[in-house]
Every structure is written in structure tokens, then in C-alpha cells.
């Protein structure tokens, strides 16, 4: 593993929240969204090259996160993160770097993002 450093927890100095919408039942026979946390863990996020986009008829910067945790097969593209007041869509699916599900890493941008309770 040339010029990585090793995912030990000295990394993982961030608490992040990983957040998923849910169908629930209304109780009128139909169903709305809602989101859940489903779980909360230790992450290394590092801030990329930020880009502007055209959001809400206004020129708006979008900041971008590559964010490294332990690995776990349950983080979905669609999901969202909760960090530090910040919330965060993933842009990528997750990848395991090199295979051998010890890491995750998530890209994640500050872009369309919507509400969390």
C-alpha cells in the first residue's frame, strides 16, 4: 500500500450519521417518506475541489467531501450523511479501495440536498 497510511481509529477523528429514506405507513391507507438514521460511526473526511451550480434559479457553491470509515455493506448511494450540522448527499456509489473490506470510501457534496428532521 504504497503512500496510503493505514485506516487505524487516529484517522477517524469525525462522527458521522448515515441517514436513509423510509417508506412508512400514513395511516390513511398511503405512504410518505421519512428519513432514519440507520447507523452512526467514525469517519476521516477530507475536503476536495468545491465547483458552482445553477440551484434554485441562483448561483450556488457546492462543497465536496471524500469520506473514509471502517468498512460495512449496508451504505447505499441513495443515502444521505449528517455531519458536524452539515447534511450531505453521496455522489458515487461507495467503494472498498482495495478489496479487502477493511475501508469504505464515500464521496459526498453539499448538492440537492433535502431537508433531514
Known sequence: MAGRKRLGAG???QRIEIWRSVETKN??????????????????????????AVL?????????????IRFRD?????????????ILNITAPPVDPDGLRKELVITASTESVQKLP
Not at 391507507?29 to 476536495?48: K, N, P, V, Y
Not at 434554485?56 to 473514509?68: D, F, M, S
Not at 451504505?75 to 450540522?85: C, E, H, Y
Request: no cysteine; proline share 2%.
Open 11 to 13: 484517522r477517524l477523528r
Open 56 to 68: 434554485e434559479q441562483a448561483l450556488q457553491g457546492i462543497a465536496v467531501y471524500k469520506i473514509t
Open 27 to 52: 395511516g390513511r391507507g398511503g405512504f410518505t417518506d421519512d428519513w432514519q438514521m440507520i447507523a452512526a460511526t467514525r469517519a476521516e473526511i477530507l475536503g476536495q475541489p468545491g465547483r458552482e
Open 74 to 86: 449496508d451504505v447505499l448511494a441513495s443515502d444521505q450523511l449528517r455531519w458536524s450540522g452539515r
